[in-house]
């Protein structure tokens, strides 16, 4: 994350994704990144990336620049922890169909496993 404004509670978030197969080129994002604490309700904060320019990002030939329309989650705490997302995404480039289909069905588990990891490293969980 760079660029973070704690006013704004807006920033830049640079990641790169390294394919599940050596002949698939690798990705990356540049996207701002955003946080509406206390939304809907005083329990929950709502995040939403979009991608975007940034002269400290430029494209390279090493990645494949994805897009993401929109990324937005809803994080909601009580006893339990409830997650809501919904992602528009362009992978680019050229990769098989089946592919995608098959990791895009796994990254919903991926990623609650990878946010109760990270709730567990900040001593939430």
């Known amino acids: 994350m760079v660029d973070w404004d704690e006013v704004t509670q807006t920033g830049i978030l640079y990641y790169t994704v390294k394919p599940p197969i050596p002949i698939i080129s690798q990705r990356e994002v540049v996207g701002q990144w955003s946080v509406c604490k206390n939304w809907p309700d005083a329990r929950s904060n709502l995040m939403v990336l979009k991608s975007c320019e940034h002269t400290q990002f430029p494209e390279t030939p090493d990645y ?4 993401s329309f929109f990324a937005i989650y809803v994080v909601q705490e009580g006893p339990d922890v409830y997650l809501t997302f919904m992602v528009r ?3 680019r480039g050229n990769i098989p169909k089946k592919m995608v289909n098959a990791i895009a069905g796994k990254q919903p588990g991926i990623m609650a496993q ?7 490293m900040l001593g939430k969980l």
């Open 89 to 91: 995404n362009d992978l």
């Open 114 to 120: 990878n946010i109760k990891n990270g709730l567990k």
């Open 64 to 67: 494949v620049r994805a897009d």
